[in-house]
């Protein structure tokens, strides 16, 4: 059975998992077990973020973030540089939604409100509002569009 481990601000993560130091993190959020939080990463308020995540070191997440199972956020362009001067780190603004198994080179901003398919490989910044699939990810549709749908990403005939 997974133990549960009290973080500040009301947060929690589930045992066993790897929280790196100077941790910045937000009012109620969550972190799953098998998750590797890196060290100087921010996580705002009520972020999820999912069992066997990968959040590389000096990541930035905004508030109501949500990164599902297994998803990979990387900072080194160079693996392994072993050079923290050469990382560049992922922004992701609030309310985004990165799906599980997703994977985001070094350097990139995620705009808010957008969502990144479970499964793609994002090569490049998403603006605010879009959804964006595939490996490398392209654009999909709008946010609206998707919630409309609700919240999947093909329509119902198409699976």
């Not at 992701?92 to 808010?112: D, F, S």
Request: with cysteine.
């Amino acid at each position: 059975m997974n133990e549960r481990i009290e973080l500040a601000n009301g947060s929690v993560a589930w045992s066993p998992c790897h929280i790196g130091q100077r941790l910045q993190i937000g009012q109620n959020c969550s972190i799953g077990a098998l998750a590797h939080i890196g060290r100087d990463v921010t996580i705002g308020e009520r972020s999820r973020i999912q069992g066997g995540a990968y959040i590389a070191d000096r990541t930035e997440l905004g508030s109501n973030v949500f990164i599902g199972p297994n998803a990979t956020i990387l900072n080194d362009r160079y693996p392994p540089s072993r050079d923290s001067s050469k990382w560049t780190p992922v922004k992701v603004l609030e309310g985004v939604v990165i799906g599980g198994g997703a994977t985001i080179l070094p350097g990139l901003t995620i705009g808010e409100n957008a969502v990144l398919g479970a499964g793609a490989t994002l090569t490049k910044n998403i603006p605010a509002n879009q959804v964006w699939v595939g490996n490398p990810a392209k654009y999909l549709t709008t946010r609206e569009q998707y919630e409309q749908k609700g919240g999947r990403m093909h329509d119902e005939e198409g699976g």
